[in-house]
């Protein structure tokens, strides 16, 4: 299997290379199970992002990075569920396109998550960014609930969207074009 060698928080990792289409391929990232890339990339975005009161996560791979930012900051953490749950009174919407997901999905919070976020500065949190569609999802959520953006960060960006200047990231990701 084809990889690429990425340095990522200081630490090196060899990511799998997956293709898209005929033409593009990808270099996945999969914080899932790997501990040490997530703690120190926690460390390394709270290093970079503005002051903040809730960290708000798409239900994905970014999770644990979440996680992880909330206990170095002892800041609260919200997750955006992919479907709305029984314990959810009155849950809301938002529909995301993502380039690693085939069909449209939504995003859900609850009114007690929204409530959290009403007045409150929130850290949007995602593993890598790639289109942007999960981060105006989720954005769109903070804003449907009442609370404003602090920033927006992921780990990696992919593609176009290293050359953006309204994100905060660690590392760009290049994507691998075929000839």
């Not at 809301?92 to 500065?121: D, H, P, W």
Request: hydrophobic residues 45%; glycine residues 6%.
């Amino acid at each position: 299997m084809d990889t690429l060698k990425m340095t990522i928080a200081g630490l090196e990792r060899e990511l799998p290379i997956f293709p898209i289409s005929d033409k593009v391929s990808i270099a996945a990232f999969i914080m899932f199970g790997d501990t040490e890339i997530t703690v120190a990339a926690a460390t390394e975005l709270l290093k970079k992002v503005p002051e903040f009161d809730i960290i708000l996560t798409p239900e994905a791979k970014s999770i644990p990075l979440a996680y992880e930012m909330s206990r170095q900051s002892s800041k609260p953490y919200i997750v955006a569920r992919k479907g709305p749950k029984l314990y959810m009174a009155e849950p809301f919407s938002v529909e995301v396109n993502s380039i690693t997901t085939a069909n449209t999905q939504k995003l859900y919070l609850g009114k007690l998550e929204a409530e959290n976020l009403k007045g409150k500065r929130i850290l949007v949190v995602d593993d890598v960014i790639s289109t942007g569609a999960s981060l105006i999802a989720v954005e769109a959520l903070v804003e449907k609930a009442g609370g404003t953006i602090a920033a927006s960060c992921a780990v990696l960006a992919e593609g176009d969207a290293a050359q953006r200047t309204d994100i905060v990231f660690l590392e760009p990701l290049p994507l691998i074009f075929k000839d």
